[in-house]
């Protein structure tokens, strides 16, 4: 058997180590193009749910650009804040400054006749980050649609909360009530008024994720209030 010295075997290492990190690198470099395009792709497609249209990864764009006529940023005071991208902002990183600081995407569309102003909503279930879109008529109180998706919730409980069944509670309800900001309350299982306009059910055995969603649905449109109250019909 051919045996190898120390020296050899220490070259031959840092050669291979140093072309795998070379095939990876380029690799990441090729695909991170496609990635990013993926992401924008995605984000447009759950932007359409929430105002009821459905798209494929073919057509979200074309899609997109029909029925989202309008897009900017506001400030905590509902001032449009010039020179930002509403469709680049971060939500994760906007929601770690301070309120005064943070810059709040807005997406208008044109559908059935009027204007529906589309929200975007993070925050924290029982795994991990949750997110989605609130959808609101042109009074700034109903809500026309929503969508919402997690990263790692448990399947078949807090996960539920992607699915048309808990989402399509939120359709028709308000978020102002007799002229102030009270949100939709989203409280346990079962125990929701079918005939209030202000509240739904959580999801059965994923409370945490359920109270994830109230909190989240609570912090993120409170903070366009001012907005909402300036532009309200």
């Known amino acids: 058997m051919r045996s190898y010295s120390n020296t050899y075997i220490f070259i ?22 496609l990635q990013k395009k993926n992401v ?48 680049e902002v971060d ?13 709040l995407p807005v997406f208008i569309s044109s559908l059935e006749g009027s204007k529906k102003y589309i929200i975007p909503v993070y925050g924290k279930g ?11 008529n042109d009074d700034l109180s109903t809500i026309y649609g929503a969508v919402f998706s997690h990263k790692a919730e448990t ?21 102002f009530k007799l002229g102030e900001f009270v949100s939709v309350s989203v409280l346990k299982s079962g125990s929701a008024d079918p005939e209030s306009k202000y509240q739904v059910d959580g999801i059965s055995g994923g409370t945490i994720t359920s109270v994830g969603v109230d909190q989240m649905l609570r912090d993120c449109l409170s903070s366009y209030e001012p907005y909402f109250k300036k532009h309200k019909k």
Request: proline share 3%; net charge negative.
């Open 12 to 33: 031959f290492s840092s050669i291979m180590v140093v072309t795998v990190a070379a095939v990876l690198s380029i690799a990441a470099m090729t695909l991170q193009p």
């Open 40 to 87: 924008e792709i995605n984000k447009k497609q759950n932007i359409l749910t929430s105002i009821n249209i459905e798209s494929t990864a073919a057509n979200a764009e074309s899609l997109y650009d029909k029925y989202i006529i309008e897009s900017y940023a506001v400030n905590s005071k509902g001032k449009v804040k010039e020179g930002v991208n509403a469709f």
């Open 91 to 103: 939500m994760k990183k906007e929601l770690a400054k301070p309120l005064e600081e943070q810059s």
């Open 126 to 136: 029982l795994w991990g980050p949750i997110w989605g879109y609130v959808a609101l």
């Open 155 to 175: 399947p078949g409980l807090g996960a539920e909360i992607n699915t048309k069944e808990f989402q399509e509670q939120f359709f028709g309800k308000e978020i």
